[in-house]
């Protein structure tokens, strides 16, 4: 009789095996590494997008965008009328249309010729524009409520 032992036994193919049984090298399939020198293998330190890609016959691919420095600039500045032409607005369809509408007519103008007569350096126009509008429609909403006030007063006389 013969008995067989775990020598005996057929090894599954590698990616079958679990991961803490697969052999520890560099490469996560168990392949030998490539016969790149070092200096063009990728850095681990480097996260994937900053590697260089590799194409399917080993030569290294161009990045996409090349080494260029990534510098933030920040957009023109936006005058604090314009805000506040906003905020006016929008407050003279909500709360006090007498008082906010008007305001935000004026601020919403003084941001307008600020940011005309600054060269491009300013922005905001669309802030001030939606203020201005705002303000109109608040107005208008105004002189309506006060001509229905009146109509219903002159109709019950």
């Given at each position: 009789?013969s008995?067989?032992?775990p020598?005996?036994?057929?090894q599954p193919p590698?990616?079958?095996?679990?991961?803490?049984?697969?052999?520890?090298?560099?490469?996560?399939?168990?392949?030998?590494?490539?016969?790149?020198?070092?200096?063009?293998?990728?850095q681990q330190?480097?996260?994937?997008?900053?590697q260089?890609?590799?194409d399917?016959?080993?030569?290294q691919?161009?990045?996409q965008?090349g080494?260029?420095?990534?510098?933030?600039?920040?957009?023109?500045?936006?005058?604090?009328?314009?805000t506040a032409a906003?905020?006016l607005?929008?407050c003279?369809?909500?709360?006090?249309?007498l008082?906010?509408?008007p305001?935000a007519?004026v601020?919403?103008?003084?941001?307008?010729?600020?940011?005309n007569?600054?060269?491009?350096?300013?922005?905001?126009?669309?802030?001030?524009?939606?203020?201005?509008?705002?303000?109109?429609?608040?107005?208008?909403?105004a002189?309506?409520?006060?001509l229905f006030v009146i109509?219903?007063?002159?109709?019950?006389?």
């Amino acid at each position: 009789m013969s008995t067989s032992g775990p020598e005996d036994e057929q090894q599954p193919p590698q990616w079958q095996q679990p991961q803490w049984q697969q052999p520890q090298s560099g490469d996560p399939l168990g392949q030998p590494q490539s016969d790149q020198p070092s200096w063009q293998q990728p850095q681990q330190d480097q996260p994937s997008w900053q590697q260089p890609q590799q194409d399917q016959w080993g030569q290294q691919q161009q990045p996409q965008w090349g080494n260029q420095q990534q510098q933030w600039q920040s957009g023109p500045s936006t005058p604090g009328s314009a805000t506040a032409a906003l905020i006016l607005g929008i407050c003279a369809l909500v709360i006090c249309p007498l008082i906010c509408g008007p305001l935000a007519i004026v601020y919403g103008n003084k941001a307008k010729s600020e940011i005309n007569s600054s060269n491009g350096n300013l922005g905001g126009a669309g802030l001030a524009t939606a203020g201005i509008v705002l303000g109109w429609i608040g107005v208008a909403f105004a002189v309506i409520g006060i001509l229905f006030v009146i109509a219903a007063i002159a109709g019950s006389s």
